[in-house]
Nanobody, 124 residues
Framework: QVHLVESGGGLVQAGGSLRLSCEVSGRTFGSYNMGWFRQAPGKGREFVAAISSSGGPTNFADSVKGRFTISRDNAKNTGYLQMNTLKPEDTAVYYC?????????????????WGKGTLVTVSS
């Protein structure tokens, strides 16, 4: 079993930044690809960013491209999502998830394990 715990969410003004962390335990983090997803109130879960198990290739949703960065430190069993120039429409619960399948997969059901999420609220 793999356990994921997100942290770093909070309230920030538009234009501000936050850094989310995802601590993974239970299995070798370096074996898993990682993704970040989000779910805004009343909406479905959507893809935000993905990174391969090695930390090489990355992929982003068009809505966050150029503003968000995804990274990981396999030695610390932790992944990160750096969010800059935040907008009110970025308000959502952010989830990290891992899988052994394609690292670039955007469907939420492509991921094997999920955290419980961390709330990000961006005020205008």
């Amino acid at each position: 079993q793999v356990h994921l715990v997100e942290s770093g969410g909070g309230l920030v003004q538009a234009g501000g930044s936050l850094r989310l962390s995802c601590e993974v335990s239970g299995r070798t983090f370096g074996s898993y690809n990682m993704g970040w997803f989000r779910q805004a109130p009343g909406k479905g879960r959507e893809f935000v960013a993905a990174i391969s198990s090695s930390g090489g290739p990355t992929n982003f949703a068009d809505s966050v491209k150029g503003r968000f960065t995804i990274s990981r430190d396999n030695a610390k069993n932790t992944g990160y999502l750096q969010m800059n120039t935040l907008k009110p429409e970025d308000t959502a619960v952010y989830y990290c998830a891992v899988n052994l399948g394609p690292w670039y997969a955007r469907r939420w059901d492509s991921r094997d394990y999920w955290g419980k999420g961390t709330l990000v609220t961006v005020s205008s």
